[in-house]
Nanobody
Framework: QVHLVESGGGSVQAGGSLRLSCAAS????????MAWFRQAPGKEREGVAA????????FYPGSVKGRFTIALDNAKNTLSLQMNSLKPEDTAMYYC???????????????????WGQGTQVTVSS
């Protein structure tokens, strides 16, 4: 059974940084496609970072590009998200996502992933 457990969320002031981690069990992250999503109250869940585990190609939407960095640690079977220059609009529940499929369409589309963590809250104050 696959379990994805996020950690590292918290409260920071605008301009600060946080590093989220996602520990995978029952799932080998090496060469897999994984992503981070976020969902703010009343809003749709949106992809904020994705990685093609094989070639290590990363994807970001314009709203976080240059501020967020996704990385896959194959040795630790862990996905991370380094978030810098945080803004109040980054406040949301952040979720780790994974799939067994080698080929996917839009890596920032939630329908591409079938495994999800329980989420970790990130709150950025102005």
């Amino acid at each position: 059974q696959v379990h994805l457990v996020e950690s590292g969320g918290g409260s920071v002031q605008a301009g600060g940084s946080l590093r989220l981690s996602c520990a995978a069990s029952g799932y080998t992250a090496r060469n897999k496609n994984m992503a981070w999503f976020r969902q703010a109250p009343g809003k749709e869940r949106e992809g904020v970072a994705a990685i093609y585990g094989g070639p290590g190609i990363t994807f970001y939407p314009g709203s976080v590009k240059g501020r967020f960095t996704i990385a896959l640690d194959n040795a630790k079977n862990t996905l991370s998200l380094q978030m810098n220059s945080l803004k109040p609009e980054d406040t949301a529940m952040y979720y780790c996502a994974a799939t067994d499929r080698k080929y996917i369409g839009d890596p920032l589309q939630r329908s591409e992933y079938n495994y999800w963590g329980q989420g970790t809250q990130v709150t950025v104050s102005s």
